[in-house]
């Protein structure tokens, strides 16, 4: 079945860039979404591309997509204390379901 | 705040019991989606509900099930519970367009002992 993968980890100090990066495996994505938890809360989102673009940039947000690859990357500028978080990395499946990876714990050290 | 309401947010029950939980959608939102979250199976996807109808099903096991009301909003109802249904209980709601995001609500986190 479709499968999102993500690395678990990434240490980074603040005012540094962080990149979290997912790979995917179902080709007829047409959304992919990065999703923010902190501890003890909701899933926020974060930000979406749509499978025809390359990247798309919010404020301190890049996504990058590489579609041959199947791989999405989301990087944070400046990362902060407060951007201490889990990120989930998700694809729509068939316009219906959302397939989450298993979420990469982001730590920022000042 | 994403707009999405769930209720109650924490729920300690025995093995055996039944307990439901409550969801109401966005405002104009018609699809409703339900998550459970786990530590050993991470989010997955339980069932999805398009304006009173059932959508699509997930990992949803036979003693769970789900029921969306005119009023649009949801019921995911949990029976003959056990220790590993203990989790962290989303739902999501989108327009119901495909593809459309969808917004969470702050969970229900669930204790079976």
């Known amino acids: 079945g479709e499968d999102v993968e993500q690395s678990l980890f990434l240490s980074v100090r603040e005012g540094d860039s962080s990149v979290i990066n997912c790979t995917y495996t179902?080709?007829?994505?047409?959304?992919l979404y990065w999703y923010k938890q902190e501890p003890g809360a909701g899933l926020q989102l974060l930000t979406y591309?749509?499978?025809?673009?390359d990247m798309k940039q919010d404020q301190r947000l890049t996504v990058l997509l590489n579609k041959k690859d199947k791989h999405l990357s989301l990087r944070i500028a400046d990362t902060q204390t407060g951007d201490s978080a889990i990120y989930f990395c998700?694809?729509?499946?068939?316009?219906?379901?959302?397939?989450f990876g298993k979420g990469t714990t982001l730590s920022v050290s000042s | 705040d994403s707009g999405v309401t769930q209720t109650p947010k924490h729920l300690i029950t025995a093995t055996g019991q039944r307990v439901t939980l409550r969801c109401s959608p966005r405002?104009?939102?018609?699809?409703v989606y339900w998550y459970q979250q786990s530590l050993d199976q991470g989010l997955q996807f339980l069932i999805h509900?398009?304006?009173?109808?059932?959508?699509a099903k997930g990992n949803i096991l036979e003693r769970f099930s789900a029921q969306q009301f005119p009023d649009l909003h949801s019921e995911l109802n949990l029976s003959s519970l056990e220790l590993g249904d203990s989790a962290l209980y989303f739902c999501?709601?989108?327009?119901?367009?495909?593809?459309?995001?969808?917004?969470f609500g702050p969970g229900t986190r669930l204790l079976v002992l």
């Open positions: 999501a709601s989108s327009t119901g367009q495909p593809g459309e995001t969808q917004y």
């Open positions: 179902d080709s007829s994505s047409t959304y």
């Open positions: 591309i749509f499978s025809n673009m």
């Open positions: 998700a694809d729509n499946q068939a316009g219906t379901a959302l397939i």
């Open positions: 405002s104009g939102d018609l699809s």
């Open positions: 509900y398009y304006n009173g109808e059932e959508r």
